[in-house]
């Protein structure tokens, strides 16, 4: 059975190419452009693991995250979070969250489904 990834990132290149590089890793993938969105597939699909954009349109994405971690249905789930806000205010932001981690933008194409992976359980 192949595991579920959820991409959640308000740029649509930056969601096309994680959606691709995950995909042909072998995952399945399932995508949101925004957090509402992206907390709703979460509820329904159960990922294996979230990737999620720091910053989406109508919430930060520590924000969704602590919505999930009071979901019993996805508490549990790891969430990355994919962003290019690597400075010291978003690094405690993102520390705060349990079951959570980072993968700095841009993005490294050829290692990032490895880097991935090694954040599931």
Do not use: C
């Not at 579920?4 to 399945?28: C, S, T």
């Not at 249905?73 to 290019?84: E, H, K, N, Q």
């Not at 690597?86 to 993102?94: K, Q, S």
């Not at 841009?106 to 990032?112: E, K, M, V, Y």
Request: negative net charge.
């Amino acid at each position: 059975m192949r595991k579920k990834v959820l991409v959640v990132d308000d740029n649509g290149n930056n969601l096309m190419l994680e959606k691709d590089l995950l995909e042909v890793a072998g995952f399945q993938v399932f995508d949101a452009e925004n957090a509402a969105d992206g907390i709703a597939i979460a509820r329904r699909e159960k990922p294996d693991l979230i990737l999620m954009d720091v910053r989406l349109p109508d919430m930060r994405g520590t924000e969704a995250a602590g919505i999930l971690r009071q979901d019993k249905g996805t508490l549990d789930i790891p969430i990355v979070f994919v962003t290019a806000s690597v400075m010291a205010e978003g690094r405690d932001e993102i520390d705060g969250i349990s079951n959570s981690g980072f993968i700095g933008k841009p993005i490294n194409t050829r290692t990032f489904a490895k880097e991935v992976s090694q954040f599931m359980k």
